[in-house]
C-alpha cells in the first residue's frame, strides 16, 4: 500500500485549512418582533411570516 | 443534463409515492392546513391544483375523476363545496407554502401547505384549541389544589 513519504508540517496543515473557514448565516430581522431570522422562513419567535401569517402558537409551559 | 427530469421521487416507487400523495392531498383538502416537509408540500402542490380547477368544473365528470384521485368520499363533498368555490376568480395558485423551521432527528426542511382563503377557518380551528387546551389545564390545577387539601387535611404526604 502506499504510504506518505514525510511527515506533514503543523504549516503544511494550518496552511491548506486557512480556507476552511465556515462563513456566518446571512439572518435579516424580523418585521414583527424584530428578531434575527432565517430569511423566507416563518419567524420561530414569534410565529408570523410576512404580517398577518401567524403560524404556530407557542407558548411557554 | 436534467432534461425531462422534473418532479420529485420522494425516494419512494411509484406505487408508494402515488399512495403517500394521495394521503397527503386527501389530509389538505380536508384540513385546509398540514405541516409537512417542503419537498413533501411542493411534490402534492400540484396535485391539489388540478384537482380545484376539477371542483370549479363541477360537473359529473369532474366529480368521477376526483374521486378516483382522493382517498376519502368527504374529502371530495369538501373540495367541490366548500373549498373550490373560494378560487371563482383565480386561475391557480391556490396554496400557500410556508417554512418554518426543521425537523428533530434528519434535520428535514418542515413547511406548512395550506389552501388560500381557509385562514379564516384556521383561525376558528386554533382558537377552539386553545380554549380546550385552556379548560383542560384549568381542571388539572383544580383536581390538584384538591388533592392536596385532601392530603393536608387527612395528614399523609403525597408529593413524595
Ligand atoms: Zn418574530
Known amino acids: ?61 | 443534463m436534467r432534461h425531462r427530469n422534473a418532479g420529485y421521487k420522494l425516494g419512494r416507487n411509484t406505487s408508494h409515492r402515488r399512495a403517500l400523495l394521495r394521503n397527503l392531498v386527501t389530509s389538505i383538502v380536508m384540513e385546509d392546513r398540514v405541516e409537512t416537509t417542503i419537498t413533501k408540500a411542493k411534490a402534492a402542490r400540484p396535485h391539489v391544483e388540478k384537482l380545484i380547477t376539477l371542483g370549479k368544473k363541477g360537473d359529473l365528470h369532474a366529480r368521477r375523476l376526483a374521486l378516483s384521485y382522493l382517498q376519502t368520499r368527504e374529502a371530495v363533498t369538501r373540495l367541490f363545496e366548500t373549498v373550490a368555490p373560494r378560487y371563482g376568480e383565480r386561475n391557480g395558485g391556490y396554496l400557500r407554502i410556508v417554512r418554518t423551521g426543521f425537523q428533530k432527528g434528519d434535520g428535514a426542511e418542515k413547511a406548512f401547505i395550506e389552501l388560500l382563503g381557509a385562514e379564516q377557518v384556521l383561525d376558528e380551528k386554533r382558537q377552539k384549541r386553545a380554549e380546550i387546551r385552556a379548560k383542560r389545564r384549568e381542571e388539572l390545577d383544580k383536581a390538584m389544589a384538591e388533592q392536596q387539601q385532601q392530603s393536608a387535611g387527612d395528614g399523609t404526604d403525597v408529593s413524595s
Do not use: W
Request: aromatic fraction near 2%; include cysteine; hydrophobic fraction near 20%.
Open chain 1, 1 to 61: 500500500m502506499p504510504n506518505p513519504k514525510r511527515r506533514h508540517s503543523k504549516a503544511r496543515t494550518s496552511k491548506r485549512r486557512a480556507h476552511d473557514a465556515l462563513t456566518a448565516t446571512g439572518l435579516s430581522e424580523c418585521p414583527n418582533c424584530h428578531e434575527r431570522k432565517l430569511s423566507h422562513r416563518a419567524c420561530p419567535k414569534c410565529g408570523t411570516y410576512k404580517g398577518r401569517d401567524v403560524l404556530e402558537v407557542k407558548e411557554a409551559s
